[in-house]
C-alpha cells in the first residue's frame, strides 16, 4: 500500500530525475532526443503550487504538502 507521504516522494524524485536527464554534467553520454523528451515532460510537471492544490483537494492522496520535509 502506497502512503500519501510516498507519493509525494515519488512526484519530488521524478521531478528530480527529469532535471538531471537534461543536465549532461549530472548524465554525461545521455542522448539529445532522451534529454528533449524529459524537458517536454518537465513542461506541465506538477511544481509545489500545484501539489499544494491536490493536497488540499484530495488529502487522502496527497495528504499534507510540506515541501521542506522532502528536501
Known amino acids: 500500500m502506497t502512503l ?3 507519493r509525494k516522494q515519488a ?6 530525475f527529469l532535471k538531471d536527464l537534461m ?3 549530472k548524465t554525461p553520454r545521455v542522448p539529445r532526443a ?4 524529459a524537458y517536454r515532460c518537465l513542461k ?5 503550487y500545484d501539489m499544494e492544490m491536490a493536497s488540499e483537494q484530495a488529502p487522502a ?7 521542506e520535509y522532502f528536501r
Open 4 to 6: 500519501p507521504v510516498e
Open 34 to 37: 532522451i534529454r528533449e523528451q
Open 23 to 25: 543536465d549532461p554534467k
Open 44 to 48: 506541465h510537471y506538477p511544481h509545489e
Open 11 to 16: 512526484v519530488l524524485r521524478t521531478e528530480q
Open 61 to 67: 492522496v496527497f495528504g499534507e504538502w510540506n515541501p
